[in-house]
């Protein structure tokens, strides 16, 4: 994994995914005690920076595999973002999702055009559902983060960072990315070492799933105790990705881990003063620059919020914290 | 008034202002029977396209004059917009609002460097006031819409339109302006008339507060019959401006009149499909573009969203449209 193949990634986005701006607010630079600019991917395709690595694996196929189809596990915002990328590229998506996932997040998958297949946690292994399909119809399973071309399409978030900072002068930064399996950090962390070197990558974990913070810590893969429940579901994962860890270990600053609370009233903050609408687990990164800055060094901090897919009811209670 | 004022305007603008992104989404598209694209400037710094106006017309001014400061009538987004623009040329500005202005419109003019001078409305004329300090001290007023440079940076958004909506090779389209005072729609209406003279526009507008629309309709400026109250107080004015007027009147389409209910479904969509805080003045062309679409031609609708400003108890309001 290279530049190379995010610059590939980036020429094949061009004019289908969104180049998203770079926001702040002086309010937000005065909770922060710094500089603080925000990458709103809420404002992506489909709600999130997943759209980014869901075209880049489906461009990436040769035409006639990609024209079988493709397929993947996710109850969340993968899946919308390959749903759209592989209706866009004209051929079927077949999404497999637990029976108990939230309506509307069928409803949203099956409405950009794929097919929702439903198994039953506990009663079946969806690889085993995944395998079968996938040998049936000859569909290429699309991972969420542990594929070279995915990394590569969240990179090109990356190179737009680096872009719009170098246009507002800024060489130095402590960018926060909200992380998960560490597609989104990996792929950021390789454009920016080749783009924007004087930039160090912190990822951002909500408190009990901070996986990657205490790999980076200890130099090994390690687990969660627990793999869902939490406020911040988006970007809940069992332990960090073999592809993805060897790059944000090589290249990544220590992790920032922020409370729930952290992460609603960062939610408030960005609906009060940037306008925009982050979902749980894409306010960390954007929490630990404004509640966490005596981790980080230097007098600017970029933060993504990694995604916008979040329903009313827990809106709300983030916008209650705006109250007290 | 003609493009060439725009582009100077643009060109002071370039690195101060934001340049917006149009966006998109299928469920939009679904509702509204057409393409949709949505032109956010609730993104644009301060909350609102009031940036634009407020950074041309201070840019503007000759040097020694502009040092003496500028002074604006607003309890809202002109206000702010102005303050920013006046803080960041290193100038004075002073606001004048009603003293029972919402405390955080009070608070976040300050926060911005601006000094609030409070008025009690029906005791005191402020208008007398404004022309005291003025004269004291120098200051230039800048008029929220009747003002050749507020119209001018206005039309920057136009200008940004255009070439948006050309990348996307969209020539012909019906573009849905919020519209007060008049001073965005028709400074958007002579970017578009010089840029993209395939699109029409349409001011949109509360219903109650439709004196553009009526105004359009019988050829002569009308006033409203009330002139605060509503839901969407951003953009409620008493009549369309003096110079505003003779341009709408020239380039525009019939108005689209929507009620509070759309206002607060719109920005729910808003939420939900582009991840956006709109304020309810700042949705009414989003609004009249999802739920007016019999009274638009064509394929392709645009629509802005003029400001994000809205308080959180308000917002609640517009999200529990979506439970219904």
């Known amino acids: 994994m290279d530049i190379t193949r995010i610059e590939a990634a980036a020429r094949r986005l061009q004019g289908h995914a969104r180049r998203t701006p770079l926001l702040g607010a ?23 920076f997943k759209f980014r690595g869901g075209w880049s694996a489906v461009s ?29 590229h004209g051929v079927p998506a077949v999404i497999i999702m637990p029976s108990d996932a939230p309506s509307l997040k069928i409803g949203n998958t099956r409405a950009l055009g ?11 292994a ?17 991972k969420p983060y ?3 071309e995915v990394i590569a399409g969240q990179g090109t978030c990356g190179l737009e960072i680096a872009e719009q900072a170098a246009q507002m002068g800024i060489a130095k930064a402590e960018v926060l990315v909200c992380c998960g399996g560490g597609g989104l950090t990996a ?10 070197p ?61 409370s729930d609370d952290d992460v609603l009233r960062a939610m408030a903050l960005a609906f009060r003063h940037l306008k925009v609408v982050a979902e749980p687990g894409g306010a960390v990164a954007l929490a630990g620059a404004l509640f966490h800055g005596d981790e980080l060094d230097g007098d600017t901090v970029i933060a993504t919020i990694s995604g916008g897919n ?10 209650a914290t705006l109250a007290s």
């Open 310 to 319: 979040v329903d009313e009811a827990v809106f709300m209670r983030a916008l």
């Open 126 to 142: 969806r690889e085993e559902i995944g395998q079968r399909l996938s040998q049936e119809r000859g569909l290429t399973l699309i």
């Open 26 to 48: 002086p309010a937000l630079d005065e909770i922060a005690g710094r500089r603080l600019l925000v990458k709103p991917e809420c404002l992506q395709r489909t709600g999130s």
């Open 60 to 88: 990436a196929l040769p035409e006639d595999i990609r024209a079988r189809g493709v397929i993947a596990f996710s109850s969340g915002n993968h899946a919308q973002g390959v749903a759209l990328a592989a209706r866009e």
């Open 187 to 196: 792929g950021i962390a390789l454009a920016l070492e080749a783009r924007a």
């Open 146 to 148: 542990d594929e070279p």
């Open 114 to 124: 794929a097919e929702v297949v439903l198994y039953e946690r506990g009663r079946e």
């Open 198 to 258: 004087g930039m160090t990558i912190h990822p951002a974990e909500p408190e009990g799933y901070d996986d990657t913070a205490r790999s980076l810590a200890c130099g090994e893969r390690q687990r969660n105790a627990s793999e869902s429940g939490g406020l911040c579901d988006a970007i809940l994962t069992p332990t960090p990705g073999e592809l993805t860890f060897p790059i944000t270990s090589r290249l990544c600053g220590p992790g920032v881990v922020v």
